[in-house]
Nanobody
Framework: QVQLVESGGGLVQAGGSLRLSCAAS????????MGWYRQAPGKQRELVAS???????NYADFVKGRFTISRDNAKNTVYLQMNSLKPEDTAVYHC?????????????WGQGTQVTVSS
């Protein structure tokens, strides 16, 4: 088990920046990957970015070149730097911790932080 607490969301104008943080209650290196997902009203939750415990990053096409995911293992924290924000980035952003044990996947989620981008 792990508790994930997101912070850093808010209201920003289009073109602005926000930095999200996800603080974990335990060592994040024990997870195969950490990630950020988002869910807009009426839409399914979708992957934004992920980072493996080896540092390999993966981004959704719609954020490539604008968002950067990073991790600080010493602080058990994952970050999402969001630049050049667009109104369509408006959503609740959730932190995810993923672990695979043999063939079973375990996913843990934070409560989420609201990001609203005004035009």
């Amino acid at each position: 088990q792990v508790q994930l607490v997101e912070s850093g969301g808010g209201l920003v104008q289009a073109g602005g920046s926000l930095r999200l943080s996800c603080a974990a209650s335990r060592n994040i290196f024990s997870f195969n990957a950490m990630g950020w997902y988002r869910q807009a009203p009426g839409k399914q939750r979708e992957l934004v970015a992920s980072i493996s415990n080896g540092g390999t990053t993966n981004y959704a096409d719609f954020v490539k070149g604008r968002f950067t995911i990073s991790r600080d293992n010493a602080k058990n924290t994952v970050y999402l730097q969001m630049n050049s924000l667009k109104p369509e980035d408006t959503a609740v952003y959730h932190c995810n911790a993923h672990r695979r044990i043999i063939t079973t996947d375990y996913n843990y989620w934070g409560q989420g932080t609201q990001v609203t981008v005004s035009s």
